[in-house]
């Protein structure tokens, strides 16, 4: 029996039908509620944009050395690639909600209050969207971001505007870090600070949003997160 936050997931087999060894080597990819499927059926040429921008996009080891945190170069470079793609950047969604009540029996019956509630989705907002898709992108935010994330791509679904969301995010160990070294200055100089303490414990990891997935915080909007892997930065 699979327990755990594993159990909410779909098998990582399927991940395979939509990512080619290249890209597995690169991402890791978990998806939640048919996210793989969903995307092959009803956005595949979202699907097909999101997979380009994944194979042209790459980190290097200087750039995760500097400073920038969640908006350093290589984050602008993502969201240029999204644009080149069709996504619209930093899309936000806003609805008020008309109550109609009616009494009785019979195909329309006597409208007997009426009431509206301003505001009632108030500007949740996804880095990208395009078509049926919501699609972010986290580097070195505090963890809380997901959480603001995954609300986002809830409401874009339950309001009809999307079928699922899409997070990319890292998937490096500390370990990892620690082998870069030193952090560098503006100036390209090394600093005494640590690369491994500049990404600590309470910042962004693919292991902090599968919980939140798993603890269902993104409703019922299937979503898939992809996670960059070492294998997907580049040396100086």
Known sequence: MTRGADAVFDDDAFAAEVFDDALLARYSVKSYRSATAVLRQRAPQELAAILAVLRQFTISQTEIRSPGGNRMSATERFGD???????????????????????????????IAEMRRDDFIHNHMVDFWRGRVAFDYEWNSKDQTYDRDLYAFRSFFEAGVIDVGVIVTRELS??????????????????TET???????????????????????????????????????TAD
Do not use: M, W
Request: proline share 5%.
């Open 174 to 191: 500390n370990g990892f870090f620690k082998s870069l070294g030193y952090c560098l200055d503006k100036q390209g100089i090394e600093t």
């Open 195 to 233: 690369v491994a303490a500049k990404f600590g414990a309470s910042t962004t990891g693919t292991h902090k949003l599968i919980s939140r997935i798993a603890a269902g915080r993104s409703g019922g909007c299937p979503v898939l997160a992809i996670g960059i892997l070492p294998g997907n930065i």
């Open 81 to 111: 690639l999204a644009r080149s793609a069709g996504f619209h950047e930093e899309v936000r969604i806003e609805a008020d909600l008309l109550v109609k009540l009616r009494a009785g029996k019979g195909k329309e019956p006597p409208l």
